[in-house]
């Protein structure tokens, strides 16, 4: 059964590491994220963008195949649902389709209106027990066609929509979708500390999670930082097995065509990533 992320961000927050949001993008990706989670006991979160969501066919078929997935694989490790920079039309959809989490991206809209549209969603996932997450500060670099300029977040502003009742709070701290450029001056951790105080005990979200050294990731979840979201990292490296199998010829080697073979090295590079960050996250062994 789906759960909301608000439980698994709480205790992560409380112990001092955090769960790992994995976009999917089809069956594949999916599996690999919930055998990894499962095998090292680990809660997860599956990030859904507007993007990944029309190509999987909708919100429903998603809702369809995780939970089909969940029972079939025999998942028992808590697994959150969650829209991934959603306009406020998807998160209503989301929260319709039977997602257990959803993000609302307001921070396009000048504050007082992120500040309203926020507070609705809230009312509406709040009767279905599904978590919300808000953003303050835009995220730089493109995810999806979500473009954001990368401006660090307002503490008043992040105080202001902690107090919502918004489950989990993103914040802008020079984090970029996408890779970071060679120039990277690195995460603002003074900005981090003032909003983590400010907004204490709000689990804080950091996007952005592919490229960050692990020393700089650490640091963030010593200052409040719980839930941590990779995309790209999961589609370098399911693209390289994948370049690597074909390069070598393995497709033109018997039933090397066969789509599943195509495929099972990505899974498998997917699936190393994905323990690669639930170690450096400290969320190994942390399901129950
Ligand atoms: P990356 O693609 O940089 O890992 O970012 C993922 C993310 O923040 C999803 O919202």
């Not at 990944?52 to 369809?64: D, F, P, Q, S």
């Not at 406020?88 to 007082?112: N, R, T, W």
């Not at 307002?154 to 919502?164: G, N, Q, R």
């Not at 960050?212 to 640091?219: G, L, Q, T």
Request: with cysteine.
């Amino acid at each position: 059964m789906l759960v909301s992320a608000k439980e698994m961000l709480t205790k992560a927050k409380a112990g001092k590491y955090a769960v790992g949001q994995f976009n999917i993008n089809n069956l594949e990706w999916t599996k690999a994220i919930l055998q990894t989670a499962q095998e090292l006991n680990s809660p997860v979160i599956l990030g859904v963008s507007e993007g990944a969501g029309k190509y999987m066919c909708g919100y429903t078929t998603i809702v369809g195949m995780v939970n089909g997935m969940i029972k079939e694989m025999g998942i028992t490790v808590p697994v959150a649902l969650h829209l991934d920079h959603g306009s406020y039309e998807h998160a209503l959809k989301c929260i319709d389709a039977g997602f257990s989490s959803v993000m609302f991206d307001g921070s396009k809209y000048p504050i007082d209106e992120n500040i309203e549209k926020t507070k609705e969603i809230i009312k509406i996932a709040a009767e279905k027990g599904i978590s919300v997450e808000a953003e303050v500060g835009a995220i730089g670099g493109e995810e999806d066609g979500v473009v954001g300029g990368g401006e660090v977040a307002d503490v008043e502003e992040c105080k202001m929509i902690a107090s919502l009742g918004v489950d989990i709070l993103a914040a802008g701290i020079g984090n970029i979708h996408g890779k970071y450029p060679a120039n990277w001056p690195g995460l603002r951790f003074d900005v981090l500390e003032e909003i983590g105080k400010a907004t204490d005990p709000m689990p804080l979200v950091l996007h952005g999670g592919t490229g960050i050294p692990a020393d700089m990731i650490k640091k963030a979840i010593s200052l409040g930082v719980s839930k941590i979201n990779v995309n790209t990292e999961c589609q370098l490296s399911f693209s390289a097995a994948v370049r690597k199998y074909i390069e070598e010829g393995k497709d033109l080697e018997g039933k090397g065509f066969d789509p599943r073979k195509v495929l099972a090295p990505g899974v498998e590079a997917i699936k190393a990533t994905v323990k690669e960050k639930m170690e450096l996250f400290g969320s190994v062994g942390k399901a129950n």
